[in-house]
């Protein structure tokens, strides 16, 4: 990975000069990809913030940033500006070089852009497209082999190895490959902060997934939640990723 920055008509880009040449303001505005035959859609679900475009001959998926909750309707996509650094984009688009640089089960980023107006900002990022489904579309039509929760609980110990607290880890951004050899990656990390090992925000993490797949489960009841025994394994999974790299620390 080769990360450059540039600043061009009041806007700041990062990108990986690796995947992308020099990159003008046009890689972000969904109308002008669409009149070059690159933009395929949106994604179902969100808040239509996303959309699937071809890059260099490669799949991507562009990310505008856009708030949620009870400042949703006041704020839309505008955030406070702290700071470029505070960034969300410039955060995610740090943490996800890192992590993707380690081998980590995460997707490639591939450039960001932070568009500064006053007090507020806008931002976008734009990051490789995984042929996966989400483990909340995997799980409406089929159920998870127990072994296959080991694997999932064990990619997030690889991450909480790193430091990294994903905050919003739910079954929406659980990444499976559509093989039969189960691959798992971790997506939207536009929350997520790097800081030191902890028990108590990583089993938060743990918690939080567990609620979301319960909250599927009572929206539908076709939902193939998980049972005891895969809750079981996907703490298995998460705890040996953490006594692995202790072993080896050793």
């Not at 990390?189 to 990583?202: E, H, K, M, V």
């Not at 939640?225 to 999974?237: I, S």
């Amino acid at each position: 990975m080769d990360p450059h920055q540039m600043y061009i008509d009041n806007q700041y880009i990062i990108y990986d000069a690796e995947r992308l040449q020099r990159p003008d303001t046009s890689l972000f505005d969904p109308l002008v990809l669409q009149r070059r035959g690159v933009w395929l859609g949106a994604p179902a679900g969100g808040r239509g913030s996303a959309g699937y475009i071809i890059l260099g001959g490669v799949p991507a998926v562009l990310r505008r940033y856009r708030r949620g909750g009870m400042f949703a309707p006041l704020l839309g996509d505008r955030y406070l500006w702290l700071g470029l650094a505070k960034t969300r984009p410039w955060r995610e688009w740090n943490i996800l070089a890192r992590l993707h640089s380690q081998g980590m089960p995460v997707p490639a980023p591939i450039a960001a852009r932070v568009q500064r107006r006053g007090v507020f900002y806008r931002a976008d990022i734009v990051v490789e497209r995984i042929d996966a489904v989400t483990l909340a579309e995997r799980l409406s039509a089929e159920a998870l082999a127990p072994d296959n929760w080991y694997e999932i609980g064990h990619a997030v110990g690889r991450l909480h190895l790193e430091g990294v607290d994903h905050a919003d880890l739910n079954a929406h951004n659980v990444l499976i490959n559509k093989g039969d050899a189960l691959r798992v990656r971790i997506i939207d990390f536009d929350r997520a902060r790097l800081r030191s090992p902890g028990r108590r925000w990583q089993l938060r993490n743990l918690a939080r997934l567990q609620r979301s797949l319960l909250k599927l489960a009572r929206q539908d009841p076709e939902f193939k939640a998980p049972d005891q025994k895969a809750l079981a394994e996907l703490q298995r999974g998460w705890s040996e990723a953490l006594r692995d790299s202790q072993q080896v620390a050793k």
